[in-house]
């Protein structure tokens, strides 16, 4: 692991894998690099494989202003600090996916191919709830919304499947900054979140991903976010909000083969 200074932020990354490509993965709200702990063998084996700690999350420098526009210009800056100049593809799920999706109708140029999975495109928060998650974040800590938040991102039946890989991940998503935590609720919850007009001019190959499982981002949301990309190919999964977390071996079942060139067959609930 390593930090490096860019576009005004101190980021942990970490470069591995000796592939000819790369590929970014990027993290959930509340998550890290450790978050594709799980799933990096598989990337390693085909890309070179860039991991970064985003702005106000793991051990990259905190902050309390969180935007949608600052996040996609810390990875080109990012991106050009480790002189990768692109193309590359793109891996993400929930908010690290919406990320994703912006990056990619931003810097159209600088992107192969683009895998997501439950992409958090606009805001579906009820403005009411919203502030009272913000202000009980602020107010207790992260542990404040813990249950609420894990039900419907990391649900019972996904839980079972490996009770330590869960326990893993709520030990670690409990020791998030809270105030970065409500600083990127403040931004996705907002009306005004919506990133529409970057769905529309993605030109790179994209599988979008719906998670049976999902409470915040239904299959039913997910193919419309699809739907608003050109020639996106969309999916279902069993899985909940944090595919890569919850079920590395299913997320990488179906991006990898798909960002290396291929198919990606279509799974359902059975």
């Not at 309390?64 to 590359?88: C, E, H, N, S, Y």
């Not at 805001?123 to 800590?141: F, H, L, M, V, Y």
Request: hydrophobic content about 45%.
């Amino acid at each position: 692991m390593s930090w490096i200074e860019a576009n005004g932020a101190s980021l942990r990354y970490e470069l591995s894998g000796s592939g000819r490509e790369t590929v970014v993965l990027i993290h959930e709200v509340g998550g890290c690099i450790e978050s594709w702990d799980d799933a990096l063998p598989a990337f390693q084996g085909q890309f070179r494989v860039l991991r970064y700690d985003q702005r106000g999350f793991g051990m990259s420098e905190k902050t309390r202003v969180i935007t949608m526009d600052g996040i996609v210009a810390d990875l080109v800056a990012l991106l050009d600090a480790l002189r990768i100049p692109g193309p590359v593809h793109l891996a993400g799920c929930a908010m690290g996916a919406a990320i994703a999706l912006a990056f990619a109708g931003r810097h159209p140029a600088r992107v192969g191919r683009t895998a997501v999975a439950s992409p958090a495109t606009w805001s579906n928060a009820d403005p009411a709830a919203a502030r009272k998650r913000i202000e009980e974040t602020e107010r207790g800590g992260v542990r404040a919304v813990e249950q609420p938040s894990l039900n419907a991102s990391y649900p019972e039946n996904m839980r079972a499947l490996d009770r330590a890989r869960f326990e893993r991940f709520r030990l670690r998503w409990l020791g998030n900054d809270p105030e970065a935590m409500a600083a990127i609720l403040r931004m996705s919850t907002a009306p005004s979140f919506d990133l529409s007009q970057d769905l529309a001019r993605i030109s790179a190959p994209t599988l979008v991903i719906g998670c049976t499982h999902d409470g915040i981002r239904t299959p039913s949301m997910v193919a419309k976010v699809a739907a608003q990309i050109p020639g996106a190919k969309y999916v279902e999964a069993s899985s909940g909000h944090f595919m890569a977390v919850e079920t590395p071996d299913l997320f990488v079942g179906l991006a990898l083969p798909f960002l290396r060139g291929g198919a990606a067959e279509v799974m359902r609930e059975a």
